[in-house]
């Protein structure tokens, strides 16, 4: 639980509790979970929202049986080109193609890394999040002779589920309820979660030779380095399938804010925020009778959005978003090894500094949107209750067709 709380996201260490499996398949309760979670020696917040999560996913497929299927909300522009190399690991970036070998040869990949691999496929090549369901969900039939009734199928994925998964893919493609408020870089997301490379070169075994900081970026090797290394991009480690990283995801935004002007009546106007239609069977459950959706009109549920696409939204020309979700190197090896040492020495002291740096991160962002000046010294005041987007407040909303 420690480590869990404090280092979940690395690939190079087993810091999560791989459990998924067993809960899919029913041979371990959740409940019994939660309360062995009791006895942990420091508290579990973490671990437990994440028992909370898979409910939230059973809930969500209860109330949208299409969730696998349909997006929730209007979807975005998407193209069909590199899904067979994202699927076979072969992009030319060590961890995606890292991540999805593994996921083929073992049926693993922890949960950082399935937000690595769905980022990239939505957010740089710009496939439809149900290729990325599909693929995780992939089964592989066998089926012998009528005599012998011998049949048998897998997943791609040892723990496919299809609420938790659909979910997630739904959210990963900004069309789900809970939309996820970052991207995950690539190259970045490598120096975060395998800084030393040892998950890339297990992957990807013919990058072995390249030095820690090259090996999530063998393109910035010098050719001797290459030579030395025994790598030939294009030969024995594929070239990267896109290089153009920073106008892919500017794409990815223009997309998203032609999505929300084609739509006005899925986003709110006072807020800002994506609408989503209730379905009626919760309407009539919530009010006791079928009258309001009889009439023909609809409820529109307020979300959680992205501050990028409500900026964006409003600054359709503008280059230069102050909420870019892309998370660039967000935790260096240097701070990482900083945390690590605060860690063993106090742990609720480190993750209160923690969090007062994020919230410091968040206030410097709130200041940058306001135009208000950094200040010269000193630390700065407190951010506003809430972001200007949200000075209205976002209820229920009826539409009538
Ligand atoms: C694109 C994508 C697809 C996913 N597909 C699946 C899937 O098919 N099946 C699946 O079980 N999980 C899925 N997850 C959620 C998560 O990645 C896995 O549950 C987790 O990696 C399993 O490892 P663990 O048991 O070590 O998790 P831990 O972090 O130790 O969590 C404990 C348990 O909490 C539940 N849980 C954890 N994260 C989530 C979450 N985000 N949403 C709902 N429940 C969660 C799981 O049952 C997990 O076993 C997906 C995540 C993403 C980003």
């Known amino acids: 639980i420690h480590r869990y709380e404090k280092e979940s996201c690395r690939a190079d260490a087993p810091n999560t509790s791989c459990l998924s499996p067993y809960l ?15 006895s942990a020696t420091c508290r579990p917040p973490k671990f437990r929202r994440k028992l909370a999560w898979r409910d939230l996913a ?65 957010a740089y090549l710009h496939l439809p999040w149900q290729e990325g369901y599909r693929w995780f969900q992939v089964e592989l039939h066998f089926a012998l002779t009528m005599a012998g009734h011998f049949h048998f199928h897998l997943d791609t994925l040892v723990d496919a589920d299809v609420a938790i998964d659909a979910m997630m893919w739904q959210n990963g493609g900004m069309c789900g309820l809970d939309h996820w408020n970052f991207v995950m870089h690539p190259v970045s997301a490598g120096l975060t979660c395998d800084p030393r490379g040892t998950f890339a070169r297990r992957w990807c075994p013919e990058l072995a030779a390249l030095p820690d900081e090259l090996v999530h970026r063998p393109w910035k090797s010098p050719a001797s380095m290459l030579r030395r290394a025994g790598v030939t991009l294009g030969v024995n480690y594929p070239e990267r399938i896109i290089t153009d990283l920073e106008e892919r995801r500017a794409q990815s935004l223009r997309d998203v804010v032609r999505v929300r002007r084609n739509f006005p009546q899925y986003v709110d106007q006072l807020s800002g925020c994506d609408l989503v239609p209730l379905p009626q069977r919760l309407v009539q459950e919530a009010l006791g009778s079928g009258e309001v959706a009889d009439r023909g009109g609809r409820f529109l549920l307020p979300l959680i959005t992205r501050m990028e696409f409500k900026y964006q939204t409003q600054n359709p020309d503008c280059r230069d978003n102050p909420f ?44 940058a949107l306001d135009g208000i000046p950094r200040p010269a010294t000193g630390r700065p005041g407190r951010t506003p209750r809430k972001d200007v987007f949200s000075a209205q407040g976002a209820g229920f909303t009826l539409l009538h067709n």
């Open 58 to 122: 059973y809930w969500q497929l209860c109330l949208f049986p299409d969730l696998p299927w349909e997006s929730l909300r209007p979807a975005y522009r998407a193209d069909r080109t590199h899904l067979k190399a994202w699927q076979k690991g072969r992009t030319g970036y060590p961890l995606v193609d890292a991540a999805m070998r593994q996921l083929w040869l073992t049926g693993w990949m922890n949960n950082y890394m399935r937000h690595v691999v769905a980022s990239f496929l939505i």
């Open 324 to 367: 870019d979700a892309v998370l660039k190197g967000y935790v260096s090896r240097k701070r990482d090894e900083a945390t690590a040492f605060r860690n063993e020495r106090d742990f609720a002291a480190s993750v209160l500094s923690e969090s007062v740096q994020r919230r410091e991160r968040q206030e410097r962002e709130q200041r």
């Open 24 to 38: 899919h398949f029913g041979q371990i309760s959740p409940r019994l979970l939660l309360w062995a979670s009791r």
